[in-house]
Nanobody
């Protein structure tokens, strides 16, 4: 059994920062990669960032590179997404996800488990 729970979403002004957290429980030892995806209304869910659990290798979408930072705390089974210089275009529901295989870190369909999502709204 696996459960991912996101927290930290909210309403912020453009240019502000926000830190999302995703706590994993259950069989988290199976996770090779944890990632963050986001989905705005009437848009497809898109990749934002991912991290290899063991090696702390990170991956970022071009749209967030240089502004977002993904990190993990192995002792807490938690992954974070530090979002700086937020733009109105970042407004979306943000989902935490995990996968047991390391391939396809940017692909929605390659992830095995998903959190419930947390709303991030950036006003301009």
């Amino acid at each position: 059994q696996v459960q991912l729970v996101e927290s930290g979403g909210g309403l912020v002004q453009a240019g502000d920062s926000l830190r999302l957290s995703c706590a994993g429980s259950g069989r988290t030892f199976r996770f090779a990669v944890m990632g963050w995806f986001r989905q705005a209304p009437v848009k497809e869910r898109e990749f934002a960032a991912a991290i290899n659990w063991s090696g702390a290798t990170t991956y970022y979408a071009d749209s967030v590179k240089g502004r977002f930072t993904i990190s993990r705390d192995s002792a807490k089974n938690t992954v974070y997404l530090q979002m700086n210089s937020l733009k109105a275009e970042d407004t979306a529901v943000y989902y935490c996800a995990s996968k047991v295989r390391g391939q396809g870190v940017t692909m929605v369909e390659s992830y095995d488990y998903w959190g419930q999502g947390t709303q991030v709204t950036v006003s301009s």
